[in-house]
């Protein structure tokens, strides 16, 4: 039971390169959430996801899409990199009773 | 809206003094409330939960809901407990997490 994997660990990329940020679950979730954490920001909620084929924006959804096509996959696209999104990237599973299960991260830079 | 603050970034503490990590919350239901931890580059991991009331790691937290804390204790701080602590709450609804407290144990 691996629990919630991401790939990969690090990413630097340049502005206005795009790529996906890949997370997976074999809990059989059924809610996912995408996450960035600044510092002195905390945890700010991208996208989630309540089911297949179900997804929704968070706080800070503007630059990054979601789709979830299966319930173990939620892969996070970044459409066009800025700097602005040079942060550390985690990916969650939410239990049955509400506690969620983090995936180790992935640490972007933006240059 | 729902809302978590934790009104303190930096808590330094001396080894074997007690700690109290602050978290205030806004919300209109009943809601379910969290303490995660995570410490050196690693990934959050759940601490505890208002609802199993148990002790984790010697770590205990109370729901008031009258004056809408649950601020997360400890007796004897310990230096590996230095970590980042986030309050989190949900109430049906996404997770709303707050920017966390960077809890220091000197000894």
């Known amino acids: 039971n691996a629990g919630v994997t991401q790939t990969p660990k690090f990413q630097v990329l340049k502005t206005g390169q795009s790529m996906t940020l890949q997370c997976a679950q074999d809990?059989?979730?059924?809610?996912m959430s995408w996450y960035r954490q600044d510092p002195g920001m905390g945890l700010r909620l991208i996208h989630y996801?309540?089911?297949?084929?179900?997804?929704d924006q968070g706080e800070v959804p503007n630059g990054y899409n979601v789709s979830r096509s299966t319930t173990e996959d939620f892969p996070l696209r970044l459409l066009s990199a800025a700097p602005s999104q040079t942060s550390v990237y985690f990916c969650?599973?939410?239990?049955?009773?509400?506690?969620?299960?983090f995936g180790p991260g992935t640490r972007l830079t933006v240059t | 809206a729902q809302r978590v603050t934790q009104p303190e970034k930096l808590l330094s503490v001396f080894k074997g003094a007690p700690v109290e990590l602050k978290c205030n919350y806004s919300?209109?239901?009943?809601?379910?409330l969290f303490w995660y931890v995570q410490y050196s580059r690693q990934r959050l991991q759940l601490l505890l939960r208002?609802?199993s009331r148990e002790s984790i790691k010697g770590f205990t937290a109370d729901l008031n809901k009258g004056e809408t804390s649950f601020h997360l204790k400890k007796p004897f701080a310990q230096e590996e407990d230095s970590a980042m602590y986030y309050c989190?709450?949900?109430?049906?609804?996404?997770?709303?997490f707050g920017k966390g407290t960077r809890l220091s144990v000197i000894a």
């Open positions: 969650a599973s939410t239990g049955n009773s509400y506690e969620q299960y």
């Open positions: 989190a709450l949900t109430g049906n609804t996404p997770l709303v």
């Open positions: 919300y209109s239901g009943s809601p379910e």
């Open positions: 809990m059989n979730h059924e809610y």
């Open positions: 996801s309540v089911g297949a084929g179900i997804t």
């Open positions: 208002h609802i």
